[in-house]
């Protein structure tokens, strides 16, 4: 089936989401469609899915003008979308989520036709090498395999286009591949598939043609054989990029940050860290690479204060931090950048001007025993957004209604706003565009030249890569391997994590 | 101008839900009322005369027995004597001191919301605040009146304070949730407040209902010095309260750390603040405020201690806090709106022997339409808040 939107416009108060935004995907072809967080492409997708009417503009599928006014008609007309954030019951199992709403039935009271049902899923997930167990349950599903429960309800509904936004947001690398795999045999199999990323490396790898938006414009449609990063990346954010961090020779100085056989249990008081030792020093960048799950999140957890550990020992600039509360850690100069910033670095409903003193409105001048100094947290919030260049209309704004770069940006501005000698930096850069990518790793690398201590914990290969002047990998609770920037390869620091040494 | 608008902007739909309602509440009143609706099919249109008339009779009793009628006061002015004067004021007057312990409770609550613990115990703290302030009273009998009556109102607070305290560090220290907790907490309070009054101590020896000696000799001193208006000066403590409890939420570093534990535990605590600490100090504050509700009433309205010292102050208070969107200027305004109409309804009851319980209907038709927001704005066809519904925030804040 072929789709084409033509001269889509759609406008929000305040807001051109987009505007005459043209694409067109072909029968059996890959459409990636790239921009950064807030360039229209959900909007866009929404419109094609019947969530939203667009101002103006037309949906053509297969030249014939629709339109859509609910997905349910969008389904119908053969749209398949896997949302970014999965929409399945997790007490059902895999053939019932996928049936969900389109259950076979059979006698006069219409039950339902369970075997019928399960040998669709299992033909289904045969034909386009969609490897998922049809009894197995949804909460037990890893989310790379939830991914393919998600595809599999759109077939299972005759989708002709399998709309996937942002779909590698949630995956690690090996179930990224795996997708991949799975879109090529299903664009062989005759179904269009559009893919929506702001990953430059995916679309390159996966699409058969490429459409770039940025700020609500098609800003321009190439061929991936005949464009490059750098390109792509121009196009996206409308100026030059770089792509590839500049970092100098790293001087590592004396130890700040010292592990010794640390062990950690996890929620479910199961040993997550399995005895690490690890060594940090002033003026370099650890990077620890590995697949979630690691016990990357309870290692964090521990220095900052927010898990008690079993046994072991730590200490910052010869301190022992064993035990300590995370006030006391982020006293004693530990700048904390959080896995998930909208759920562990900051409060949406508050403006910026609180969330820049979250951690320091205790302190002198923002407080005075206990009433809060408004001017003085006001004065330090417009230093920080200035400084950091966050977009925000003003510090009295409401942290939820910032683009995600732009929160990142103000834990970031947040945490290095005071003297910092160790900074832990979990997942820093997940989810944002390139262009603030680019800037926090910039960002980081100025407090490690500054003479901090830098553990960088991160599941992208290609950030760990750019900026660990060692590459610590674990893998199952434990340091498998610390590898000097020189030696850490893709493929060397793969192997690790995927447990080969 | 602008400053002006965006501060009377949360008024607007709680305004129109309030109009809503006695809308829908007038619909109900003509037909509850048999006579006109039997004279329809005969003389129908002096049955929608005599409707619409009645309607407009009822709700002026209403406000009548809210606020006072002008009739009186234009008599008081021509007069000028005390008596005349009292009798324009009652009305005002009783509705004032009917919001009084409803504007404690609904801080309580609106407090423990914002802190992002669900303080269901209002009832509970607040009985045992009215039990603390007449055992303090009683004791300290004999010492002058003004220490006695100071003391008696910390000890309200403390008793408040205490019966607060303790969900909140069950939550804090074993993860007991708070709701269940509040809530059983009420009935173990009532069966203290029974048992005490049955100590030789605390009971009126000359009465076989369980009820407490006669607070007389510390009395809340009464606001306007006329005879028969009740309003005393625990209506003004009420309103200083409130902008007390604004400071500390707004203006403190413990109100931030509350307000950052209400709106997102996780990264509170990720930021060094104590989740525990937050729940507990929460739940205390909101205890503190029944409490000292439940002192005031105890010692300013009624004068003896015992169970009906409490006509579920603590449950209203939750509609309250909600109705005012968990502000304390809110609060006050909602628990005011709610002393009229409990007021009035008296008033309206007696002129019009249109029954009390429609009163609470209405009552209810106004939480209801306020906590349905997006039904005011289809009624009045406002603009929804997002442009959209589900507009996405990082597309809106890409401008």
Known sequence: MRLELRDITKQFPGVLANDRISIAADRGKVLGLLGENGAGKTTLMNILSGLYRPDSGQILVDGEPRTFNDPAEAIKAGIGMVHQHFMLVPVFDVVESVALGEEPVRGVLGTFDRSAARARVVELSNQYG?????????????????????????????????????????????????????????????????????????VL??????????????????????????????????????????????????????????????????????????????????????????????????????????????????????????????????????????????????????????????????????????????????????????RTPSIETHVGNLSGGNQQKVIVAREFSRPVKLVVASQPTRGLDVGSIEYIHRRIIEQRDAGAAILIVSTELDEVLALGDRVAVMFAGRIVGILPSAQATKEAVGMLMGGVH | MSGLRRRLRPLFIPALAVLSAFLVGSIFLVLTDLKNIALLPTDPVHAVTNAFGDVLNAYRALLQGAFGDPARFATAMQTGTPKAWATAFRPISETLLAATPL????????????????????????????????????????????????????????????????????????????????????YVALQIVQLSLRTDFLRQSSSSQPISKVLDFVRVPLLIPLTGLRLHWGFVVALLVAVLVSWFMFKTTKGFELRSAGLNLTAARYAGMSAGGSIILAMAVSGALAGLGGAFQVMGTVTQMSNDVNSGYGWTAIALALLGGTRPGGVVAAALLFGALNNGGHGMQVETSIPLDLLVFIQALVIMFVAAPNLVRMIYRLKPKGSEPGAPAEEGAAA
């Open chain 2, 103 to 186: 504007i404690f409770t609904g801080l309580a609550i609106a407090v423990s919301f914002r802190s992002g613990v669900f303080n269901i115990g209002g009832d509970g703290q607040f009985v045992l605040g009215a039990l603390g302030a007449t055992i303090v009273a009683l004791a300290l009998r004999g010492a002058p009146a003004p220490v006695t009556l100071v003391a008696a109102l910390i000890g309200g607070i403390v008793f408040g304070a205490a019966w607060g305290f303790i969900p909140g560090f069950l939550k804090a220290r074993t993860g007991a949730h708070e709701v269940i907790t509040t809530i059983m907490l009420n």
């Open chain 1, 130 to 202: 969609l490897d998922v167990d049809p009894d197995a349950r949804i909460e037990d599903l890893p989310v790379g395999v939830r991914q393919r429960v998600e595809i599999l309800k759109a077939l299972y509904r005759h989708s002709d286009v399998l709309v996937l936004d942002e779909p590698s947001a949630v995956l690690t690398p090996g179930e990224t591949e795996e997708l991949f795999g799975i879109i090529r045999s299903l664009a062989a199999g005759g179904t269009t598939v559009i893919f929506i990323t702001h990953k430059l490396n995916e």
């Open chain 1, 205 to 390: 790898e996966v699409a058969d043609t490429i459409t770039v938006l940025r700020r609500g414009r098609v800003a321009g449609t190439v061929l991936p054989h005949e464009t490059t990063r750098e390109e792509l990346a121009n196009l996206m954010v409308g100026r030059d990029v770089e792509l590839t961090v500049v970092r100098g020779e790293a001087h590592p100085g004396e130890v700040v940050l010292e592990l010794k056989d640390v062990f950690v249990r996890d929620d479910r008081d199961e040993m997550a860290i399995k005895g690490v030792t690890l060594e940090v020093r002033a003026g370099e960048i650890v990077a620890v690479a590995g697949v979630q799950g690691n016990g990357q999140t309870e290692l964090v957890e521990a220095i900052t204060g927010l898990r008690r550990v079993d046994s072991g020992h730590m200490a910052v600039g010869g301190q022992a931090i064993d035990g300590a509360s995370p006030r006391k850690v982020s006293d004693m100069g530990v700048a904390h950048i959080p896995e998930d910033r909208t759920r562990d670095g900051l409060i949406k409903a508050m403006t910026v001007a609180e969330n820049y003193v979250l951690d320091s409105y205790h302190r002198e001048p923002y407080s005075h025993g206990v009433r809060l100094n408004r001017k003085a947290i006001a004065e330090h919030a417009s230093t920080g957004v200035q400084e950091f260049d966050i």
